[in-house]
DNA sequence: TATTGTTATACTCTATAACTATA
DNA sequence: TATAGTTATAGAGTATAACAATA
């Protein structure tokens, strides 16, 4: 219940988004580790499945993270077969991440696993607010 | 605008809640460093100002943070002579805190510009879609 | 000179382990 | 033995600086 945060907390805006955030994250952690997964690859493969193919600098540009933190997304899911790096014919010095069809496989594997995440997250809502919720987080971020 | 994100990021809701959170975040650091307090700081003196007196663990129960993090928080605001640690009648071991006048001064002053930040946060709500976001965020937490 | 990917390094944040003083 | 507060330390996460290859 939500009687358990103090008050002073409960109206504080980033208390609530950073609580259900994280608990969020911790729910999805779980989800895709049984798929070999981590968040950030799954959303990293989820960028590249519609729009590969894909500098890595673009990839990290897409998903608001530096392009020194992206190499190690990427050579996981290189490691794994999910991504492939090949030399761009324009830039030699860029790759052009293509997804395999085994990365289009566990991306849409672990889509589900993340949308039953979400699910039990928003489970004190029913349906139309749970649309409501998220369609108020997206006005919020394209206006701020 | 939110056509800047990938739409697989879009649909993702901890990618949402992570994005306007961290945002928020900033911009209460930002608005709160002008008053020497952290967000956390701020935080703690909001519980205290309404439950004091209260040790520090229970203040970090509260928080959720953990009592070696609350450690330098609490030593912050003690040492800006915000909140008063004073040896608890019952178990000498515990501190009892409580809130200063100027504490509480700090906090109210605190509590206004964390209001402008998170007002211009939700610029792209008008009102009645800011106290939607905010009740579907405690009914979400409430539930899970 | 500037840029892509990379590595090494530093910094932040938080938790675990171990200490002290009490209980 | 167990617990409140504290400190030192380690771990995750991310960013800055510097390097090689290429532009």
Chains 1, 2 share one sequence.
Request: hydrophobic fraction near 40%; glycine fraction near 10%; avoid cysteine.
């Amino acid at each position: 219940m939500a009687s358990e945060f103090p008050s002073p907390l409960l109206d504080r805006l980033s208390f609530l988004l950073g609580k259900l955030y994280f608990r969020g994250l911790d729910a999805e952690t779980d989800e895709l580790s049984a798929l070999n997964l981590g968040v950030k690859q799954h959303a990293a493969l989820g960028v590249l499945t519609r729009e590969d193919p894909m500098t890595q600098q673009e990839l990290g540009h897409r998903m608001g993270i530096d392009r020194t933190t992206i190499v190690a997304v990427v050579d996981d899911l290189d490691e794994q077969g999910l991504v492939e790096r090949r030399r761009s014919p324009a830039d030699r010095r860029a790759y052009l991440l293509t997804v395999t069809p085994s990365g289009r496989d566990a991306e849409e594997r672990g889509r589900h696993r993340v949308a039953e995440a979400e699910d039990r997250l928003l489970g004190a809502l029913d349906e139309p607010d749970r649309t409501r919720l998220r369609e108020l987080l997206v006005r919020a971020l394209g206006g701020g």
